[in-house]
């Protein structure tokens, strides 16, 4: 099985057991994705952890954007700034670093 | 892609079987593709949406909070047999308060619960493109 | 005898079935979807006497899950899983409606 400092991933690399996820975690996973994680990336983490503790999912990109947008505006919720932090998709990437399960509908 | 109206008929409890968590499953996915989902709760499903479920002590994941996503998902029709409801002496005031922000009316917070009686169910299904069943 | 019912009597007939057979002497535990017959519901009258008896136990994670906590029928006996244990060795034979 594979890990990232000792937290068992996937085969895509996302963590299985989501109580596994610490900030190092985050860091070593961008650093292997050569993305520099910051204040912005920071945000978008904490909000899709935030997004799952609530709802208990992994949210579509097309939701995140929207909600981004209503709680950052709208210079933030829209897919070209989400894509300029996480450029291998908000979804995918984005929900990985935050240690959640690849959004439901992801292919 | 034409759009077409799916109906997902729910018909069991949320954590004895595995029917419920996948049909929430199979309907944020045909979400994702822009369709005309509504869902329905009929029998033993009612119990899905009730309020206060609280699945710690069955080391379960409470998906019923997932189902205050489904607002954002423009999934907003959400139908519950009243007959199912009184057979098991509950109410609409013994649901989760589900809504949606309509976008139409200046993002105004709307209920996406509707109880509704049989007949009137029968009704909406006959006017869907496809209905399935869990 | 332990009769153990994990099926929602408005899906399945076990509850039935256990209470065709279940003799004067013997309890019932409802778990998973058994704990909806433990509601107060248009099927509470099945168990209404036996729960009279001090006869019927639902286990508390199961009824807590599916928010049915404040509606239970009268005379229902909560139990966890240890006085699920206890109930198993008390009672003996135990039997599982599946």
Known sequence: MADILGAEVDEEGFLVDL????KEI???MAKDDDVDLSDEHWDVINFLRDYFEEYQIAPAVRVLTKAIAKRMGKDKGNSKYLYSLFPY????QGCRFAGLPKPTGCI | MATKKFMYLNRRSSFGTIYAIESLEVVLIAAAFEQDVSLAFIDDGVYQIVEGQNADGIGMKNFSKTFHALGDYDINKLYVSAESLEERGLSADDLMPLVYEDEDDDWAEKPSIKVVFNVELSKIMSEQ???LSF | MLHIVNKSSFERNSLKS???TIDDTSVM??????VISAAKNTNAPMIADLAVQGRVYALQGDVEARGISSKLADNIKLVGYAGF??????HGTAVSWV
């Open chain 1, 19 to 22: 109580g596994d996820w610490t």
């Open chain 1, 26 to 28: 985050a860091e070593k």
């Open chain 1, 89 to 92: 998709g908000p979804g995918k």
């Open chain 2, 129 to 131: 493109d496809v209905c």
């Open chain 3, 18 to 20: 256990c209470l065709n």
């Open chain 3, 29 to 34: 535990l409802l778990i998973e979807d058994g």
């Open chain 3, 85 to 90: 244990v206890d109930l198993v060795v008390e």
